[in-house]
């Protein structure tokens, strides 16, 4: 079955450093959306990519869909502690609504 | 606005105890529901999803089922827990026919059988 992987699973950075997620897909995707779950909290919904090479920014996040459709990555610059969280993405296959997530990383920013 | 609701938030149960989670979605008709669970400090496993009243589907087997007896409400049950059923249980809805929208996740129900 589809399958979606993400790496790295623990990142810890300095805060003002960059940091970046990537994630793979098994299968060609149809879309990708990202998620970001703060500790202790629920997923909440950033963004969805759907073009091949696809860039979307929102303010010190940059999301990227990979040509392929197989792969896309989430670069934050300049971090800072409220960036703090698991970072999901999750990707859906043509003829389905269902979205297959992905094993998150983990971000943790000293301060 | 749309607005989901789940409870409740944390749930401690014997292993053996039946389950009742629910979750309700308020401000739209119709709307995809899903049930997914989160063991700690790790990704979303999707149990169960449903497309309109009466119509489940499951993704993996095991003790647990779903119904959906009303339009905008989610139903996650067990007739008798066990040990690995503990978890963080989120119920999400999407919009109908349209898969071009995030998901919006319930606060969640942090479970645990002891």
């Known amino acids: 079955g589809q399958q979606v992987m993400q790496i790295p699973q623990y990142q810890h950075v300095q805060e003002g450093e960059d940091f970046t997620t990537y994630c793979n897909s098994s299968?060609?995707?149809?879309?990708i959306q990202w998620y970001k779950q703060r500790p202790g909290g629920h997923p909440v919904f950033l963004i969805q990519?759907?073009?091949?090479?696809e860039v979307k920014k929102q303010k010190r996040l940059t999301f990227q869909f990979g040509e392929a459709k197989k792969n896309s990555s989430l670069h934050i610059t300049a971090t800072q502690t409220t960036d703090v969280g698991t970072y999901f993405c999750?990707?859906?296959?043509?003829?389905?609504?269902?979205?297959?997530f992905g094993t998150g990383t983990r971000l943790k920013v000293l301060a | 606005s749309q607005t989901i609701h789940q409870w409740p938030a944390t749930l401690v149960q014997p292993v053996g105890s039946p389950l009742s989670l629910e979750c309700t979605v308020e401000?739209?008709?119709?709307?995809?529901l899903y049930w997914y669970r989160q063991a700690a400090g790790r990704g979303l496993q999707l149990l169960f999803y449903?497309?309109?009243?009466?119509?489940i589907s499951s993704e993996v087997p095991q003790n647990l089922s779903a119904s959906r007896p009303q339009d905008r409400q989610f139903i996650l049950s067990s007739k008798k827990l066990l040990l690995s059923d503990s978890g963080f249980y989120l119920c999400?809805?999407?919009?109908?026919?349209?898969?071009?929208?995030?998901?919006?996740f319930g606060s969640g129900t942090r479970l645990t059988v002891v």
């Open positions: 449903s497309v309109g009243i009466g119509q």
């Open positions: 401000g739209t008709s119709n709307p995809n």
């Open positions: 999750a990707g859906r296959t043509s003829g389905t609504y269902k979205y297959i």
């Open positions: 299968t060609t995707l149809s879309n």
């Open positions: 999400a809805w999407s919009v109908q026919d349209s898969p071009n929208y995030g998901y919006t």
């Open positions: 990519l759907v073009k091949s090479g």
